[in-house]
Nanobody, 119 residues
């Protein structure tokens, strides 16, 4: 059983910053890729960023490049998403997800954490 638990969401003013965390646990947890997704009200869930667990390769959606930074701490089984220069369009529920490898879908999902950016 794999569990992903997000934290760090909240309310911030436009231009502010937040840092999300995703703590992973599980007896045989060994995904190659960890990702962040978000879903705004009335919109579909969209990809935000991802990082390979075994290396430094990262991926970002064009809308967040230069503002959001993904990182991980393998010793803590935790992935982070540092979010800077936030704007109201970033308001959404942010989900952490894990996939075994690039050929597999994201199988494991967290419960989500709300990020609200006020004008």
């Amino acid at each position: 059983q794999v569990q992903l638990v997000e934290s760090g969401g909240g309310l911030v003013q436009a231009g502010g910053s937040l840092k999300l965390s995703c703590a992973a646990s599980g007896r045989t947890f060994s995904p190659d890729i960890m990702g962040w997704f978000r879903q705004a009200p009335g919109k579909e869930r969209e990809f935000v960023s991802a990082i390979r667990w075994s290396g430094e390769i990262t991926y970002y959606a064009d809308s967040v490049k230069g503002r959001l930074t993904i990182s991980r701490d393998n010793a803590k089984n935790t992935v982070y998403l540092q979010m800077n220069s936030l704007n109201p369009e970033d308001t959404a529920v942010y989900y952490c997800a894990a996939r075994v490898d690039s050929a597999s879908p994201y199988k494991y999902w967290g419960q989500g954490t709300q990020v609200t950016v006020s004008p």
